[in-house]
Each structure stands twice: as C-alpha cells, then as structure tokens.
C-alpha cells in the first residue's frame, strides 16, 4: 500500500522567509508525484508533476524537485497570498488512483 | 485549460432525503472521474473511481448502495447520497483524468453538504 508523510503539519513564515516543505513516500513503484495547492473551502489546484529522481519543476515562487524516497517543495521569498494547504499525492497504479498525504498548512504573514 | 466544475457548491438537505452533485470536465473528455470526500482539517479520502459506461469501483468501507455514483458521459460524473443522514455532512470533491493528457488528475471546487 502506497504511504505518504507530508511534514510539518503547519508552518508559519513571514513575507520573504524562504522554506521547504517535505513530502516522504514508500510505493512498489512510482509513475508519478503530484503536488496541489487548496484553499480553505475550495478544491485543490494542480500545481506540478515529477516522474523520476532528479527532476525539478518550478512555477513563480514555488519549486519542486524529487528524489527515490521524497519530494520537497521549495517556497521561495513568499507572499501572503502563497498561504495554502499544499498537499502531496502518489500514483503508482494503472488505475490513476493518487493516494494523497495530509498536507501542510503554510500561513505567511505580512 | 483542464476545468471541472461542481454543482451545487453548497447544499442543506433533511435527513433521509437524496442529494444529487454533479461533476463535468469543462474542456476536455474525462476517461476516468473519481470522487473524495474530505473531513475538516483532513486530507482527501478517495471514495469511488468511475469511467464513462462502466460501474463505479469503490473503496473499502464505502456503501456503493448510499453512494451511487453515475458516469453517464465522458464530460459528466452524479454522485447521489440516497437517504441522507447527518454524518453524512461532509466535503465532497470530484477530479477527472483525460488519460491522454496525463496522470494529473484536476479537482472541482467542491460541494459543501449538510444534512440536519
């Protein structure tokens, strides 16, 4: 069974204080990690995919990169407005099942 | 690109009635739908995997009688909770997958239930 551990649970920054939040799995074989971004009451929004170690991807303040065992998801001088529940999610089936870890709430402040 | 939507956003119904929320990829045929439900503060519990024309495949612990699910269509997944009760209030989230364009799997905003 595929397992997902996002830490920490909460982290609180302040406007410009760069961080990295961490996304650890264990899969029998990985076709691909996700990582979404929800607001409080909405759906979550597609961020990025990484398919193999090694691979990085970036949008704007965000950057995520992977490796065999974890992904990590770089924020970069943030903005109030990159205050979210960032979750991390894994597919390592044939059925396009993500199985999704509990996600860490980022609260940046002004 | 790559669009769903959900109606009804918010809905309150009285215990034992039947609430129908509907799921529709906007812009792109949807060969897999899937349906969560999230609990406050909790992360997104997979319920039921649907394609269009087939049966739904549900997850374990989940009443495929109180949860019926219909992909009648490649744009349009239903979700029905049949006879409604409070513990069923809840946060339910509907994704779709184009199989063409991906693994990704693009959520709707979601449909608010409460059930007095």
């Known amino acids: 069974e595929d397992q997902v551990t996002q830490s920490p649970e909460a982290l609180r920054l302040q406007e410009g204080e760069s961080s990295s939040l961490n996304c650890s799995y264990t899969?029998?074989?990985?076709?691909?990690l996700f990582w979404y971004r929800q607001d409080p009451g909405k759906g979550p929004e597609f961020l990025f995919t990484?398919?193999?170690a090694g691979e990085e991807k970036e949008k704007e303040r965000l950057k995520a990169t992977l490796t065999k065992k974890e992904s990590f998801l770089h924020i970069t001088a943030p903005k109030p407005e990159d205050s979210a529940t960032y979750l991390c999610?894994?597919?390592?089936?044939?059925?396009?099942?993500?199985?999704f870890g509990a996600g860490t709430t980022v609260t940046v402040r002004a | 690109g790559a669009v769903v939507s959900q109606h009804p956003s918010r809905v309150i119904c009285k215990s034992g009635t039947s609430v129908k929320i509907e799921c529709r990829s906007l812009?792109?045929?949807?060969?897999?739908m899937f349906w969560y439900r999230q609990f406050p503060k909790k992360s997104l519990m997979l319920m039921a995997t649907?394609?269009?024309?087939?049966?739904?495949?549900?997850e374990q612990g989940v009443e495929k009688d109180k949860f019926l699910i219909n992909h009648a269509s490649l744009t349009l997944s239903t979700l029905t909770v049949t006879s409604a009760h409070p513990e069923d209030s809840s946060f339910y989230i509907c994704?779709?997958?184009?199989?063409?364009?991906?693994?990704?799997?693009?959520f709707g905003p979601g449909t608010r239930l409460t059930v007095l």
């Open positions: 994704s779709a997958n184009s199989g063409a364009r991906g693994l990704e799997q693009f």
């Open positions: 899969v029998s074989g990985l076709r691909g």
């Open positions: 990484l398919y193999s």
């Open positions: 999610a894994v597919s390592s089936s044939n059925d396009y099942k993500l199985s």
């Open positions: 812009d792109f045929q949807a060969t897999t």
């Open positions: 649907s394609n269009e024309g087939s049966k739904a495949t549900y």
